[in-house]
């Protein structure tokens, strides 16, 4: 049902956490996956990790000259692009009183533009094959906010309406363009938390655990799959029950 042989995926922020898992479920199901990100080394990390030959296009996604170049590179690597996964994001935290122009301008290129540009390229392949996947990894606080997190909050948010509007005008021609919106996941970062921190965060979950990457690298597998063919438009929420929309 989850069977992703022949399929060709690009994503970006695979260097690590999310990104990488995702990478390692596609390839499981079948698909040949492109990596994108920053680090190389990482990136070859995960591509040993997949264990088998996965094309590595290094790229920096606040450049915008980079990112044009990406897809191209991506579609002469591997022949054509089915599969489209913005994974990558960034925060710079800020109370809004002082936040900085630069603070929100970066965040807004790395989190919402980026994937704009790529979500544009990506569409003229896609169409002609009468195929195509768009998935968009948002945020539980693209969908309820969160102090200090404002341009996150709003990248995120972006993130999930731009998918929408895009949906809408995509899906007579057999692409999907649907969001995927994580809560609070276990991390290299959340493995610091001391204990009263964990159970503050853990009090505003329903579930009490944090989620995995694997359980958001499941639901992506998912919605690229033909189980997922009448799903459009759609945001998906991994966040334990804190939003229960």
């Keep these: 049902m989850f069977d992703l042989t022949g399929k060709r995926a690009l994503v970006t922020g695979a260097s690590g956490g999310i990104g990488r898992e995702i990478a390692k479920a596609l390839a499981a199901a079948g698909a040949t996956v492109a990596l994108s990100g920053t680090r190389v080394g990482a990136l070859e990390e995960t591509a040993g990790a997949i264990g088998r030959d996965c094309p590595i296009l290094p790229c920096n996604l606040s450049k915008l000259d980079e990112v044009d170049k990406l897809v191209p590179a991506v579609e002469a690597a591997m022949g054509g692009l089915d599969i489209l996964i913005n ?6 935290d800020n109370l809004f009183m002082r936040m900085k122009d630069e603070e929100w301008d970066e965040v807004l290129a790395v989190n919402l533009t980026a994937a704009f540009h790529l979500n544009r390229a990506v569409l003229r392949g896609m169409t002609k094959q009468r195929f195509g996947r768009i998935i968009g990894i948002s945020s539980v606080v693209g969908v309820m906010g969160n102090p200090g997190q404002g341009n996150y909050a709003a990248s995120k948010a972006g993130l999930i309406g731009m998918n929408k509007a895009l949906a809408h005008e995509v899906v007579s021609r057999n692409i ?3 969001s995927i919106a994580p809560g609070f996941i276990a991390s290299a970062m959340t493995d610091e938390l001391n204990n009263k921190q964990r159970e503050a965060i853990l009090s505003t979950i329903p579930a009490h655990r944090l989620g995995t990457a694997q359980e958001v690298a499941g639901c ?3 919605l690229c799959s033909d189980a997922a063919a009448y799903i459009t438009g759609h945001t998906l929420n991994v966040n334990g029950g804190m939003a229960m929309i």
């Design 220 to 222: 992506a597998v998912f």
């Design 87 to 92: 994974n990558a994001g960034m925060t710079r």
């Design 176 to 178: 999907t363009v649907n």
